[in-house]
């Protein structure tokens, strides 16, 4: 009787510490938190490729909160690095071979971020060569060359071609990037529109916005921003690229100037003399800060540059959109400040020419189409001065017009953030 009881008793203890020890190592598995590399942060000269990093950031950070992220960057430099572990002090910056290595084997996911084309094309490559596990890639460009020759048919990489097709999900972030891709034989299970990380950038710097709208006495709300450009960026200007001279680009871009910033500058004037609005003409990269007292601040006449700031230095993304979000609105022949500008409800101006990707879509892609200018176009060229006229006369409507892009792009931040959610198994 004592040998069955003890037996019994015996086998039903047993069974609840199996039961206690598997639902023990279920939890202990499902509080495991998931581990991801970023491949991202191009370059630093452009607080619009700073941008992309921040934003892709913020995206896990809000719909992935769990899951550990590790930055793999090009580049980091001047300052980007304490930016990013000011907002993200828990994301690890990968910076050395055995860094590499360590991440290769414990982190189970690969997603490269947003860029002008699929930059880091070779790293993708040596993820799944070495790895075998899944990578995405999220908001690109493709091909995202440049042909000098506008009637010349562009081909692809067929390295691209074939890390597209085998990722778990291939997102551009315009619609001519992925009509191409689809055209170009690229058969990934899914490919979608995604808007471009920094959309979902948070950065801020209010002390140092705030302090230079009040020395240069602009006011909240009574202010534009500009932003002029040349056709080619001029990196040899830039002493950190080490670029050389490059006299054919230099020769086009010369020959363009002019026509190209001509509108920006009447439309300074415009505004300035037919509403209450201030101009502050900033940069988005290091070139513009010189190309903007050239080309608009000083050829604008005596009484229009009394409402006209020319700021005088560069600046990183931080302090970028802590100024966007207290002016009326932006306009210029950049991307990345309207991009940073629409995610966080300020309208935006896009102006764009052959020699750009076709990154520019994305402003039709997102409903904002009749903000998008082609400066080769001599009808959209006609509408610029008094499009920024109308923004600048009516801030209500263009911040609810801009909301409703910023709607769209958050919508389909949370779609394609589920599908990393999805391949991750969170």
């Not at 999220?138 to 562009?154: E, L, M, N, R």
Request: aromatic residues 8%; proline residues 6%; charged residues 25%.
């Amino acid at each position: 009787m004592n040998m069955t009881l003890n037996r019994r008793t015996f086998l039903k203890q047993t069974s609840l510490l199996a039961a206690s020890l598997h639902m023990a190592l279920g939890e202990a598995s499902a509080a495991a938190p998931k581990s991801i590399i970023l491949r991202s942060s191009w370059q630093t000269v452009n607080i619009g490729d700073i941008g992309h990093t921040p934003g892709v950031l913020a995206l896990l950070d809000k719909y992935l909160p769990d899951v550990e992220v590790r930055l793999w960057p090009s580049s980091v430099s001047n300052g980007v690095e304490e930016l990013m572990r000011r907002r993200f002090p828990k994301v690890a910056i990968i910076k050395s071979q055995s860094e590499i290595a360590a991440a290769f084997k414990e982190c189970a996911f690969l997603l490269h971020g947003s860029g002008p084309s699929l930059v880091a094309r070779k790293d993708v490559e040596r993820w799944h060569k070495e790895t075998g596990k899944p990578y995405g890639i999220y908001g690109i460009t493709f091909p995202g060359v440049y042909s000098p020759d506008p009637k010349a048919s562009v081909t692809a990489n067929p390295l691209d071609i074939e890390l597209l097709t085998n990722a778990r999900f291939a997102l551009f972030r315009d619609s001519i990037s992925l009509d191409f891709a689809k055209k170009n034989g690229v058969k990934c299970p899914i490919m979608e529109f995604c808007p471009d990380g920094a959309f979902a950038v948070d950065l801020r710097n209010e002390e140092a916005a705030t302090q230079f709208l009040k020395t240069h006495g602009l006011e909240e709300g009574k202010f534009m921003c500009v932003i002029p450009r040349t056709r080619f960026t001029p990196y040899w200007e830039i002493p950190a690229k080490k670029t050389p001279f490059d006299e054919q680009r230099h020769l086009r871009n010369e020959a363009m100037k002019e026509h190209d910033n001509a509108p920006l500058r009447q439309a300074i004037i415009e505004v300035v003399r037919q509403t209450f609005m201030k101009i502050l003409i900033c940069p988005e990269d290091e070139t513009h800060v010189k190309l903007g007292k050239e080309i608009l601040y000083d050829k604008l006449p005596d009484d229009v540059k009394q409402k006209v700031v020319w700021r005088d230095k560069y600046w990183l993304t931080d302090e970028a959109v802590s100024t966007y979000v207290r002016s009326a609105g932006l306009f210029g022949l950049e991307m990345h400040s309207p991009i940073m500008c629409i995610g966080n409800g300020i309208p935006a101006i896009v102006g764009r020419f052959f020699e750009q990707t076709s990154k520019g879509v994305m402003w039709r892609d997102i409903g904002l189409g009749d903000w998008l200018f082609d400066m080769d176009n001599e009808q959209d060229v006609a509408r610029y001065v008094p499009t920024v006229l109308a923004m600048a006369k009516n801030p209500k409507a263009a911040k609810a017009k801009a909301a409703k892009g910023k709607k769209y792009v958050e919508q389909r931040q949370r779609e394609t953030m589920n599908l990393l959610k999805e391949n991750l198994k969170v």
